[in-house]
């Protein structure tokens, strides 16, 4: 974990819980100057990122309810910029805008990646802003395949502020229909735990 990510997540109150429960010692370094990476990302968290096909992403409105909702699209989708932008096309959906209108009075947004083929875990911490009008134009031809059909109403760019990789122990093993014929074709089928 890096001092990032833990000067973000392990707030006032957390730090109380983890007091209670025994952690706090073990958690505690991670607030060291010693861990100063997590806002930069590497070329594992870029080929990670670039592997996916949808993410889960968390605001939070006015009232401080969160929200939170699947993001999908085709591979790749959820763009790397440079090593502390991310961007995607946001495609025409049910039209609640939940998500643009959270992000409109509150810029601070929440991603979780899982990977349940390999069971790995991404969480970035960032800030958002919404590109739109004249100014996505361009954004969007390099954010968008034409050959995914959705139609892209706006472009969401994320400037990262933190991340951290998870424990893999419950996310369970899963491969899509497409992924689970590539095994088939190439006698891959027995999977391990």
């Known amino acids: 974990m890096a001092l990032a990510f833990a000067e973000i997540a392990f707030t006032e109150n957390v730090q109380k819980v983890q007091d209670r429960m025994g952690s ?66 946001d495609f025409r959906g049910n039209r609640q805008y939940l998500s643009v209108g959270n992000l409109s009075g509150n810029n601070r947004v929440s991603l979780i990646l899982l990977d349940y083929r390999v069971r790995k875990r991404l969480k970035i911490w960032g800030e958002a802003s919404i590109v739109e009008g004249d100014r996505l134009s361009d954004l969007i031809t390099d954010l968008h395949d034409p050959a995914y059909k959705a139609i892209p109403e706006r472009a969401v760019k994320i400037h990262v502020r933190a991340f951290d990789w998870n424990c893999p122990q419950h996310i369970p093993q899963r491969f899509t229909p497409d992924e689970w014929r590539r095994l088939e074709k190439h006698g891959e089928t027995t999977v391990s735990d």
């Open 24 to 89: 706090r010692r073990t958690y505690a370094k991670f607030l060291d100057d010693r861990y100063r990476d997590g806002h930069s990302l590497s070329e594992r968290e870029v080929d990670f990122i670039s592997d996916q096909d949808g993410f889960y992403q968390a605001t939070v409105s006015e009232s401080g309810w969160p929200y939170v909702q699947y993001r999908g699209g085709p591979r790749g989708f959820l763009r790397v910029l440079d090593q502390t932008t991310l961007a995607y096309a």
